[in-house]
Antibody
């Protein structure tokens, strides 16, 4: 079955960078695009960007341009999301998601809590 | 960016009620709209894509309709497992955007 397993929770200081990983299994890694979505406490869902694991092309939310980088390692079927210049507003649960329908992912990781605090 | 507006923000209902959630887009999406259900501490779950297509395994009491800028999610007979927050999301253009969410509470 399709599984997306994310790295564990992390605590960072303001100004630092964080990297969250997402390992895919149960399907051919290069078949499905992978999205990153975050959920800020008490707020809703925010789409961050998408990566095509096949060629590595990306599309980021303009709000995060310059701070977010998504990469992939096809040898380990893993996608990485790095966010730099962290502020308290980046405290959130970060999800990776994928699926057959490119724009509407049906498979989600378990979520990774990133806390930004001095 | 396309703005997605859901109504209501909160909805109080009883088991067995028919529930309707609306989602309006700031520009036409054709049918490129999805609905998700999210429970506290859990990842969102895809319910419907392409405005009206039920994802695999989703109960038939859920249905979606609409096109262009106006969409609805209907739960025909609310079940205890359905108390959750629901989001619409457009995938007509980048960046993908979500509605602010509708929380269905127990009345």
């Amino acid at each position: 079955q399709v599984q997306l397993v994310q790295s564990g929770a992390d605590v960072k200081k303001p100004g630092a960078s964080v990297q969250v990983s997402c390992r895919a299994s149960g399907y051919t890694f290069t078949d499905y695009y992978i999205h990153w979505v975050r959920e800020v406490p008490g707020q809703g869902l925010e789409w961050m960007g998408i990566i095509n694991p096949s060629g590595g092309s990306t599309h980021y939310a303009q709000k995060l341009q310059g701070r977010v980088t998504m990469t992939r390692d096809t040898s380990t079927s893993t996608v990485y999301m790095e966010l730099s210049g962290l502020t308290s507003e980046d405290t959130a649960v970060y999800y990776c998601a994928s699926g057959i329908v490119v724009g509407a992912p049906g498979y989600w990781g378990q979520g990774t809590l990133v806390t930004v605090s001095s | 960016d396309i703005q997605m507006t859901q109504s209501p923000s909160t909805l109080s209902a009883s088991v067995g009620d028919r529930v309707i959630i609306s989602c309006r887009a700031s520009q036409s999406l054709s049918s490129w709209l999805a609905w998700y259900q999210q429970k506290p501490g859990k990842a969102p779950k895809l319910l419907i894509y392409q405005a009206s297509t039920l994802d695999s395994g989703v109960p038939s009491r859920f249905s979606g309709s609409g096109s262009g800028t106006e969409f609805t999610l209907t739960i025909s007979s609310l079940q205890p497992d359905d108390f959750a927050t629901y989001y619409c999301q457009q995938y007509s253009s980048y960046p993908r955007t979500f509605g602010q969410g509708t929380t269905v509470e127990i009345k």
